[in-house]
C-alpha cells in the first residue's frame, strides 16, 4: 500500500478530453448562450471523481502542445491522416486548462513533447522517490510505462467499470512476457490513428506470435529469413518501417522536466476563480456538488483509516460516472440504501450499568458481530478507540474506549469472558485485525468465528473485499466514509480518537451492523458452491493463528543488518575501482547516459547499440545481460546495480520497521490477496527477501532468535508442487521416483534424455529441473529455450521427449483445461476455486492465460492450503501442550519458529509429522528441517 503522503495520479488531457467529446455526440450539452461544454463537462466530473473517491495526494494535468515533437522530425506523416481538431474541443482546451489551474493543479506542459512522455518521465522519477504513480488514460500505449509501483489507470466508460492495470494485468493484456516488448507490439502492428505505419499484413494476434518467438522487431529482422511467404517479403521490405515504428511508438521517460512533488500536491482550489468559471459554463449541479450544497450522492470512498472494516487495501474503484449517460445538469441519482434512508438505532453504551446490561445480552446470544475502532492501522501499535456489537439487523451498539490506559483495560476487562467465551460464534469483517488490537489488551478471542472476508475471497476470489464494495453489491447499501469523520488525506487529518462519540457510534455501528448482515448472504453462497468446509476448517480456523504469529514477531539483529550493509558498501566500492579500471575512466555508474556512452562509444562493445528516442544508449538489464560474455565489466556493472537494490531496498530498510514497543518486526500475513490461495505479506514482504544470490541470502542471516535460550527452526516443504503434480496425474514413474527417494530430476533427466541413472549429466539434470517445475506453469518451447538459453526447436523437442515419457502428466493438463472449458473454473483438493472467465474466449492471449492457470490453480492451491492445515495443527498443538516455542513466520514453503533449545527434539519430530501428514496424497511429502542462530543458518 502506498503511503497516505505519497499518492500521485497524473492525467492525460487530451485522451480525457477527446472521451469526453464523443461520449456526448448523440447528446450534446449546450449551454444557454449556445456553447458546446460536453468535453469540459465530462473531463470536470471525471476530474472530481478522482479526487473524491481516489484521493490523491499529488496530482497533475498534461497536455500537448502546438509545436512539432521529435516524432514529427523524425517522421514527417506521424499523426499526419488524423482528421481535423473539432471545432468545439478546440474550444473546450482553454476551458479545460483553466479549469485545472482553478482547481489548483499544475498544468504540465513542454514544447517539443506530447503528455505521454511529461507523464512518463515524472511518473519514472516519481515512483523512485516513494510514490505510488497512476497514469490515467484510456491509452494502452502507456502500459509500456508500468511497472512496481506505476500503473496505468483507465477510466469507467460506457458501463465498463475503471481498470487499474499493474505489470501483470499489461503482460497479460498484450500476450507478452516482458513489459518492453510493449513497444514491439506497437512497433509490428503500427496505429492508424497517429499514422505509424508498422508492418503491412502484421496485426495484433501476429505481432504476438512474432514476438514470442523472436522476443524483439531487431531480433525478428535478423532471422527474418527464417519465415516464410508473404510474411517474410513485408519484414524484409519494411524492416527500417518496422524499427521506425517501434522509436516513433516509445513514450519518451528522459524529458527535461523537473518532478517537484510540492508542485503537484493537492491544494485547495481558488475559490472565487472556479466559481466565476462554473458560473460561465453553466455548471450549477457541479458547483453545488464542489461546494456542498444539495450534494448528489456519490458512492463512498474505500476505508483507508484505522477503522479495521477496511479488509484490504485496493488500487481498483469502481467509478460510477458513465459521460455519456449524462444529459442534463441535474444530480446523478444513487438507487442504493445509505445511513440517512434505513431506519437504524445505534447506541452509545457509556456508562457501567449500560455496559453491564448489554454484556448479559450479548451472552444470551449464539453469535455476534463486533468491531473494533482505533488509531493506529498497525494492529500491534494500535489503542482502543471504541467497541461496536451487532447481533439483529439495523441494531448496534457502540463503546467508548477513553485514551487514560488505566482506564481504558479496565472496560475492556469488563467484556473479557464475552470475547473470550468459546461458546459464543464471533462475526467480523478483517478479523486477524481485531484479534490482534484485542491481544494488545491481554484478550484472547476464542469460539467459532465467521470473517465475512474470507467468506467473500472463497466465493469471489479476484474481486476486491473491502466492505464497503460488499455493502455496495450485496446489500444495495452505501456505507458512511470516513472522510466524513477524520477528514481528508494529509497533514490535516485527525484520527478516531478526536472525533465526537455520537458520529464514531453512527460509523462503528453501521460497521457492525452491516458486516452481520453480509454474515447472512454469503453463508448459502458458501454452501451452494461447497466451500463451506473449506472455510470453516481451513481458512478461518487460520486467523487466529496469523494473528499469533503476527504479534509474535521476529527479532531482527540490527548490528548484523549495519554490518552487512557496510559489507555492501565495500563490494560496491571494489566493483566501482573495477569498472572505472575497465572502462578506463571514471563516470557516474547510476546515470544511464554516461553508461552508455562508457561502452558504446568509449570502449566499442556494440556498434549496433539501440539508442532511446532522446539519442541516449539503451542500458537496462536485458541489454546489459546479453553482452554479458563480450567483456567482464558487463558482469560487474550488473553485480553493482544488485548490491545497490539490496541495500536500499532490504538492509537499510529493514530497521524502519522494528516496532518501538518490544523491538521486533511485525510482518503482515495478507489472507485475502492472491487467488490462488496462498498467503502473501506486507511491511516487510518476505516473499520477495532474495534467495539466489549470496549477498540476498545474507539478509536472511539478520533474523533471529529472541533470547539465548532460543534458536531459529525451519521446516521447508521439499519439491511440493511436483509432488502434488505427480498425485494428480498419477504418473507411476514420477510416483515411483518420489516413493523411493530418487532425485526428480535426474529421474526425469533419465527419462527424457534416455540414459542410464547414473549417465545423468550436471547439465541434463538442470534441463530436467527447469521443465519440471515448467510444466507446472504451462511453459512453452520460447519460454523453456528462453531460459534453458537453446533453441526454440531444441526446447521444443524436449517438452516432446517429455510429454512421450510422462504421458500422464500430457493427460493431466488436457483434462484439466477440458474441465475448466466446461464450469469455468479450476479447483483445489479441498474445493478451492480459481474462477477462468476466459477459458472459452475467442482472444488466443486471455485464453491462453486461462489455460494456464487451468493447469497450475489446482496444484498451486492445494499446496496452499496443505501448508495452512499444518500452520493450524501445529498452532493448535503448541498451545495445547503449552510449549514455549512460537511459529513466526511463513514464507513459500517454509515455516520458521523461535524455538526453545529444550524444545527442540520434541518440536522437529512433531512439525514434520503434521506437515507430512496435513493433507495426505498418494505421494509422500518430504520436509527439509534445519536450526541455527540465524534464519539463514536454519535454512
Given at each position: 500500500?502506498?503511503?497516505?503522503?505519497?499518492?500521485?495520479?497524473?492525467l492525460?488531457a487530451f485522451?480525457?478530453?477527446?472521451?469526453a467529446?464523443?461520449?456526448?455526440s448523440k447528446?450534446?450539452?449546450?449551454?444557454?448562450?449556445g456553447?458546446?461544454?460536453?468535453?469540459?463537462?465530462?473531463?470536470?466530473?471525471?476530474?472530481?471523481?478522482?479526487?473524491q473517491?481516489?484521493?490523491?495526494?499529488?496530482?497533475?494535468?498534461?497536455?500537448?502542445?502546438?509545436?512539432?515533437?521529435?516524432?514529427?522530425?523524425?517522421?514527417?506523416?506521424?499523426?499526419?491522416?488524423?482528421?481535423?481538431?473539432?471545432?468545439?474541443?478546440?474550444?473546450?482546451?482553454?476551458?479545460?486548462k483553466?479549469?485545472?489551474?482553478?482547481?489548483?493543479?499544475p498544468?504540465?506542459?513542454?514544447?517539443?513533447?506530447?503528455?505521454?512522455?511529461?507523464?512518463?518521465?515524472?511518473?519514472?522519477?516519481?515512483?523512485?522517490?516513494?510514490?505510488?504513480?497512476?497514469m490515467?488514460?484510456?491509452?494502452?500505449?502507456?502500459?509500456?510505462?508500468?511497472?512496481?509501483?506505476?500503473?496505468?489507470y483507465?477510466p469507467?466508460?460506457?458501463?465498463?467499470?475503471?481498470?487499474v492495470?499493474?505489470?501483470?494485468?499489461?503482460?497479460?493484456?498484450?500476450?507478452?512476457?516482458?513489459?518492453?516488448?510493449?513497444v514491439?507490439?506497437?512497433g509490428?502492428?503500427?496505429?492508424?490513428?497517429?499514422?505509424?505505419?508498422?508492418?503491412?499484413?502484421v496485426?495484433?494476434k501476429?505481432?504476438?506470435?512474432?514476438?514470442?518467438?523472436y522476443?524483439?522487431?531487431?531480433?525478428l529482422?535478423?532471422?527474418?529469413?527464417?519465415?516464410?511467404?508473404?510474411?517474410?517479403?513485408?519484414?524484409l521490405?519494411?524492416?527500417?518501417?518496422?524499427?521506425?515504428?517501434?522509436?516513433?511508438?516509445?513514450?519518451?521517460?528522459?524529458?527535461?522536466?523537473?518532478?517537484?512533488?510540492?508542485?503537484l500536491?493537492?491544494?485547495?482550489?481558488?475559490?472565487e476563480e472556479?466559481?466565476?468559471l462554473?458560473d460561465?459554463?453553466?455548471?450549477?449541479?457541479?458547483?453545488?456538488?464542489?461546494?456542498?450544497e444539495?450534494?448528489p450522492?456519490?458512492?463512498?470512498?474505500?476505508?483507508?483509516?484505522?477503522?479495521k472494516?477496511?479488509?484490504?487495501?485496493?488500487?481498483?474503484?469502481e467509478?460510477?460516472?458513465?459521460?455519456a449517460?449524462?444529459?442534463?445538469?441535474?444530480?446523478?441519482?444513487s438507487?442504493?440504501?445509505?445511513?440517512h434512508?434505513?431506519v437504524?438505532?445505534?447506541?452509545?453504551?457509556?456508562?457501567?450499568?449500560?455496559?453491564?446490561?448489554?454484556?448479559?445480552?450479548?451472552n444470551?446470544?449464539d453469535?455476534?458481530?463486533f468491531?473494533?475502532?482505533?488509531?493506529?492501522?498497525?494492529?500491534?501499535?494500535?489503542?482502543?478507540?471504541?467497541?461496536?456489537?451487532?447481533?439483529?439487523?439495523n441494531?448496534?451498539?457502540?463503546?467508548?474506549?477513553p485514551?487514560?490506559q488505566?482506564?481504558?483495560?479496565a472496560?475492556?476487562?469488563?467484556f473479557?469472558?464475552?470475547?473470550?467465551?468459546?461458546?459464543?460464534?464471533?462475526?467480523?469483517?478483517?478479523?486477524?485485525?481485531?484479534?490482534?488490537?484485542?491481544?494488545?489488551?491481554g484478550?484472547?478471542?476464542?469460539?467459532?468465528?465467521?470473517?465475512?472476508?474470507?467468506a467473500?475471497?472463497?466465493?469471489?476470489?479476484?474481486?476486491?473485499?473491502?466492505?464497503?464494495i460488499?455493502?455496495?453489491?450485496?446489500?444495495?447499501?452505501?456505507?458512511?466514509?470516513?472522510?466524513?469523520?477524520?477528514g481528508?488525506?494529509?497533514?490535516?487529518?485527525?484520527?478516531?480518537?478526536?472525533?465526537?462519540i455520537?458520529?464514531?457510534?453512527?460509523?462503528?455501528?453501521?460497521?457492525?451492523?452491516?458486516?452481520?448482515?453480509?454474515?447472512?448472504?454469503?453463508v448459502?453462497?458458501?454452501?451452494?458452491?461447497?466451500?463451506?468446509?473449506l472455510f470453516?476448517e481451513?481458512?478461518?480456523?487460520l486467523?487466529?493463528?496469523?494473528?499469533?504469529?503476527?504479534?509474535?514477531?521476529?527479532k531482527?539483529d540490527t548490528?548484523?543488518?549495519?554490518?552487512?550493509?557496510?559489507t555492501?558498501?565495500?563490494?560496491m566500492?571494489?566493483?566501482?575501482?573495477?569498472?572505472?579500471?575497465?572502462?578506463?575512466?571514471?563516470?557516474?555508474i547510476?546515470?544511464?547516459?554516461?553508461?552508455?556512452?562508457?561502452?558504446?562509444?568509449?570502449?566499442?562493445?556494440?556498434?549496433k547499440?539501440?539508442?532511446?528516442k532522446?539519442?541516449?544508449?539503451?542500458?537496462?538489464?536485458?541489454?546489459?545481460?546479453?553482452?554479458?560474455?563480450?567483456?567482464?565489466?558487463?558482469?560487474?556493472?550488473l553485480?553493482?546495480?544488485?548490491?545497490?537494490?539490496?541495500?536500499s531496498?532490504?538492509?537499510?530498510?529493514?530497521?524502519?520497521?522494528?516496532?518501538?514497543?518490544?523491538?521486533?518486526?511485525?510482518?503482515s500475513f495478507?489472507?485475502?490477496?492472491?487467488a490462488?490461495?496462498?498467503?502473501?505479506?506486507t511491511?516487510?514482504?518476505?516473499?520477495?527477501?532474495?534467495?539466489?544470490?549470496?549477498?540476498?541470502?545474507?539478509?536472511?542471516?539478520a533474523?533471529?532468535?529472541?533470547?539465548?535460550?532460543y534458536?531459529?527452526?525451519?521446516?521447508?516443504?521439499?519439491?511440493?508442487?511436483?509432488?502434488?503434480m505427480a498425485?494428480f496425474s498419477?504418473?507411476?514413474?514420477?510416483?515411483?521416483?518420489?516413493?523411493?527417494?530418487?532425485?526428480?530430476?535426474?529421474?526425469?533427466?533419465?527419462?527424457?534424455?534416455?540414459?542410464?541413472l547414473?549417465?545423468?549429466?550436471?547439465d541434463?539434470r538442470?534441463k530436467?529441473?527447469?521443465?519440471?517445475f515448467?510444466?507446472?506453469?504451462?511453459?512453452?518451447?520460447?519460454?523453456?529455450?528462453?531460459?534453458?538459453?537453446i533453441?526454440?526447436k531444441?526446447?521444443?523437442?524436449?517438452?516432446?521427449?517429455y510429454?512421450?515419457?510422462?504421458?500422464?502428466?500430457k493427460?493431466y493438463?488436457?483434462?484439466?483445461?477440458?474441465?475448466?472449458?466446461?464450469?469455468?473454473y479450476?479447483?483445489?483438493?479441498?474445493?478451492?476455486?480459481?474462477?477462468?472467465?476466459?477459458?472459452?474466449?475467442?482472444?488466443?492471449?486471455?485464453?491462453?492465460?486461462?489455460?494456464r492457470?487451468?493447469?497450475?490453480?489446482?496444484?498451486?492451491?492445494?499446496?496452499?492450503?496443505?501448508?495452512?492445515?499444518?500452520?493450524?495443527?501445529?498452532?493448535?498443538?503448541?498451545?495445547?501442550?503449552?510449549l514455549?516455542?512460537k511459529?513466526?513466520?511463513?514464507?513459500?514453503?517454509?515455516l520458521?519458529?523461535?524455538?526453545?533449545?529444550?524444545?527442540?527434539?520434541?518440536?522437529?519430530?512433531?512439525?514434520?509429522?503434521?506437515?507430512?501428514?496435513?493433507?495426505?496424497?498418494?505421494?509422500?511429502?518430504?520436509?527439509?528441517?534445519?536450526?541455527?542462530?540465524?534464519?539463514?543458518?536454519?535454512?
Amino acid at each position: 500500500m502506498s503511503k497516505p503522503d505519497h499518492k500521485l495520479f497524473l492525467l492525460d488531457a487530451f485522451a480525457l478530453i477527446y472521451r469526453a467529446h464523443f461520449a456526448f455526440s448523440k447528446a450534446p450539452r449546450i449551454t444557454s448562450k449556445g456553447m458546446n461544454t460536453s468535453a469540459v463537462f465530462g473531463f470536470t466530473n471525471t476530474l472530481l471523481e478522482v479526487l473524491q473517491k481516489e484521493k490523491p495526494t499529488h496530482i497533475g494535468v498534461a497536455f500537448d502542445t502546438s509545436a512539432p515533437t521529435f516524432r514529427h522530425t523524425a517522421y514527417t506523416e506521424y499523426k499526419s491522416q488524423r482528421q481535423a481538431q473539432p471545432e468545439d474541443i478546440t474550444l473546450a482546451i482553454p476551458y479545460v486548462k483553466k479549469l485545472v489551474k482553478a482547481f489548483g493543479i499544475p498544468v504540465l506542459m513542454l514544447d517539443g513533447y506530447e503528455a505521454d512522455d511529461v507523464i512518463g518521465t515524472i511518473a519514472k522519477r516519481a515512483a523512485r522517490e516513494g510514490f505510488e504513480v497512476f497514469m490515467m488514460t484510456p491509452d494502452k500505449d502507456y502500459g509500456q510505462l508500468v511497472e512496481e509501483h506505476v500503473y496505468l489507470y483507465k477510466p469507467s466508460f460506457m458501463g465498463k467499470g475503471i481498470e487499474v492495470m499493474g505489470v501483470p494485468e499489461v503482460l497479460a493484456r498484450w500476450g507478452i512476457k516482458r513489459i518492453d516488448q510493449v513497444v514491439d507490439m506497437l512497433g509490428l502492428q503500427g496505429d492508424a490513428v497517429d499514422n505509424i505505419p508498422g508492418i503491412p499484413g502484421v496485426g495484433e494476434k501476429t505481432a504476438q506470435k512474432l514476438i514470442e518467438e523472436y522476443d524483439t522487431i531487431e531480433n525478428l529482422i535478423a532471422n527474418a529469413d527464417k519465415l516464410k511467404g508473404k510474411q517474410k517479403e513485408n519484414v524484409l521490405q519494411h524492416a527500417q518501417q518496422a524499427l521506425l515504428s517501434k522509436q516513433l511508438a516509445t513514450i519518451d521517460i528522459n524529458v527535461p522536466v523537473p518532478f517537484e512533488a510540492e508542485e503537484l500536491r493537492c491544494s485547495d482550489p481558488n475559490k472565487e476563480e472556479l466559481i466565476h468559471l462554473l458560473d460561465e459554463l453553466e455548471f450549477r449541479t457541479i458547483k453545488k456538488r464542489i461546494f456542498g450544497e444539495e450534494t448528489p450522492a456519490v458512492p463512498a470512498a474505500t476505508k483507508q483509516f484505522a477503522s479495521k472494516s477496511m479488509g484490504q487495501t485496493s488500487l481498483s474503484f469502481e467509478l460510477d460516472f458513465d459521460p455519456a449517460l449524462v444529459t442534463e445538469e441535474k444530480p446523478i441519482e444513487s438507487n442504493r440504501e445509505n445511513i440517512h434512508t434505513v431506519v437504524h438505532q445505534y447506541h452509545v453504551i457509556d456508562t457501567p450499568e449500560l455496559r453491564q446490561m448489554l454484556i448479559e445480552h450479548l451472552n444470551r446470544q449464539d453469535e455476534f458481530c463486533f468491531d473494533t475502532e482505533t488509531d493506529n492501522l498497525d494492529a500491534t501499535e494500535a489503542n482502543l478507540v471504541g467497541l461496536a456489537f451487532s447481533y439483529y439487523k439495523n441494531e448496534a451498539y457502540y463503546i467508548p474506549i477513553p485514551p487514560d490506559q488505566k482506564e481504558a483495560q479496565a472496560i475492556v476487562d469488563e467484556f473479557k469472558p464475552l470475547l473470550e467465551n468459546p461458546a459464543i460464534g464471533k462475526v467480523g469483517q478483517n478479523m486477524k485485525y481485531d484479534i490482534i488490537v484485542l491481544k494488545n489488551y491481554g484478550v484472547a478471542v476464542n469460539g467459532k468465528i465467521f470473517d465475512t472476508m474470507l467468506a467473500h475471497y472463497l466465493i469471489e476470489p479476484d474481486m476486491r473485499h473491502n466492505i464497503n464494495i460488499l455493502a455496495e453489491t450485496y446489500l444495495n447499501y452505501t456505507m458512511v466514509p470516513i472522510e466524513s469523520l477524520i477528514g481528508k488525506k494529509g497533514k490535516s487529518q485527525s484520527n478516531m480518537s478526536e472525533v465526537e462519540i455520537e458520529k464514531i457510534a453512527e460509523y462503528a455501528g453501521e460497521d457492525a451492523d452491516i458486516t452481520l448482515q453480509l454474515k447472512e448472504v454469503f453463508v448459502p453462497m458458501l454452501k451452494e458452491n461447497k466451500m463451506d468446509k473449506l472455510f470453516h476448517e481451513v481458512e478461518n480456523p487460520l486467523v487466529p493463528v496469523l494473528a499469533s504469529m503476527e504479534k509474535n514477531g521476529v527479532k531482527v539483529d540490527t548490528a548484523a543488518l549495519s554490518e552487512l550493509s557496510k559489507t555492501l558498501e565495500i563490494d560496491m566500492k571494489m566493483r566501482e575501482d573495477k569498472i572505472f579500471e575497465l572502462a578506463g575512466v571514471p563516470f557516474n555508474i547510476g546515470s544511464p547516459k554516461q553508461l552508455g556512452e562508457v561502452l558504446f562509444d568509449r570502449m566499442k562493445l556494440d556498434p549496433k547499440a539501440k539508442k532511446t528516442k532522446t539519442g541516449q544508449y539503451a542500458t537496462g538489464e536485458d541489454i546489459l545481460s546479453k553482452l554479458e560474455a563480450d567483456h567482464e565489466i558487463i558482469s560487474h556493472i550488473l553485480d553493482y546495480r544488485e548490491l545497490q537494490k539490496l541495500k536500499s531496498t532490504y538492509i537499510d530498510a529493514l530497521p524502519a520497521l522494528i516496532s518501538p514497543r518490544d523491538g521486533r518486526i511485525h510482518t503482515s500475513f495478507n489472507q485475502a490477496v492472491t487467488a490462488t490461495g496462498r498467503l502473501s505479506s506486507t511491511n516487510p514482504n518476505l516473499q520477495n527477501i532474495p534467495i539466489r544470490t549470496e549477498r540476498g541470502k545474507e539478509i536472511r542471516k539478520a533474523f533471529v532468535p529472541h533470547s539465548k535460550e532460543y534458536t531459529i527452526l525451519s521446516a521447508d516443504y521439499s519439491q511440493i508442487e511436483l509432488r502434488i503434480m505427480a498425485s494428480f496425474s498419477k504418473d507411476q514413474t514420477m510416483i515411483e521416483a518420489f516413493q523411493q527417494g530418487i532425485d526428480i530430476h535426474t529421474s526425469t533427466a533419465s527419462k527424457v534424455f534416455k540414459v542410464p541413472l547414473t549417465e545423468v549429466t550436471g547439465d541434463m539434470r538442470r534441463k530436467a529441473k527447469t521443465i519440471n517445475f515448467g510444466i507446472i506453469y504451462g511453459i512453452s518451447a520460447f519460454g523453456l529455450g528462453a531460459r534453458l538459453n537453446i533453441s526454440r526447436k531444441e526446447a521444443a523437442e524436449i517438452i516432446e521427449a517429455y510429454f512421450e515419457q510422462f504421458p500422464a502428466v500430457k493427460k493431466y493438463m488436457d483434462d484439466s483445461i477440458q474441465k475448466a472449458r466446461e464450469c469455468e473454473y479450476a479447483e483445489t483438493l479441498l474445493g478451492r476455486r480459481r474462477y477462468l472467465r476466459d477459458i472459452n474466449s475467442r482472444n488466443m492471449t486471455d485464453r491462453g492465460f486461462a489455460e494456464r492457470n487451468a493447469i497450475n490453480a489446482p496444484i498451486q492451491g492445494t499446496a496452499a492450503d496443505m501448508i495452512k492445515l499444518a500452520m493450524i495443527r501445529i498452532h493448535d498443538w503448541l498451545t495445547k501442550e503449552k510449549l514455549q516455542s512460537k511459529m513466526i513466520l511463513q514464507v513459500h514453503d517454509e515455516l520458521v519458529f523461535d524455538a526453545h533449545k529444550d524444545e527442540i527434539d520434541l518440536l522437529q519430530k512433531t512439525v514434520e509429522d503434521i506437515m507430512k501428514n496435513a493433507l495426505p496424497l498418494e505421494v509422500p511429502m518430504e520436509i527439509g528441517l534445519g536450526t541455527g542462530n540465524n534464519w539463514l543458518e536454519a535454512h
